[in-house]
């Protein structure tokens, strides 16, 4: 019986501790993948995402292996492409990414931040990658 009580404490006990553990914390910047397709155009297709990025949060700099379309849904979110001056942008406006390019996007404002990214890619690379290298802007 003893053991038994023993055992039944400690599950108690750790199942607490499991519902005491702070909730990770969300993430700043998410993708949520809409559609992939393939392009009448060999080794291309396309792919559409909506990317929401938090209040104060930051898309690091990074490049895709193809252009992207963004359209802002809501929100106001300042874009920099690699040596270029940042745009702030609004719903219902647009930004063109060219193929390679090194961008950033953050989120000035005080609510979430949302757009539309459609990206016209090569087949089988990785869709995101990261551009560490970018100089920063003095």
């Given at each position: 019986?003893?053991?038994?009580?023993g055992l039944a404490l400690a599950t108690v006990f750790i199942g607490s501790a499991t519902?005491?553990?702070?909730?990770p914390p969300q993430p700043s910047v998410k993708?949520?993948?809409l559609q992939r397709h393939d392009l009448s155009?060999?080794?291309?297709e396309t792919v559409q995402a909506r990317i929401d990025i938090a209040p104060g949060a930051t898309a690091p700099?990074?490049?895709?292996p193809g252009e992207e379309v963004i359209y802002v849904l809501e929100g106001v979110?300042?874009?920099?492409?690699?040596g270029?001056?940042?745009?702030?942008?609004?719903?219902?406006q647009v930004l063109f990414v060219p193929k390679g390019v090194a961008h950033k996007a953050h989120n000035p404002g005080t609510t979430n931040g949302a757009e539309l990214a459609t990206y016209i890619v090569e087949k089988g690379?990785?869709?995101?990658?990261?551009?560490p290298d970018v100089a920063q802007p003095k």
């Open positions: 019986m003893r053991k038994i009580l519902l005491a553990a702070p909730i993708r949520t993948d155009i060999p080794g291309h700099w990074h490049r895709h979110l300042e874009y920099q492409l690699e270029q001056s940042p745009v702030t942008l609004q719903p219902g690379k990785p869709l995101v990658a990261p551009a």
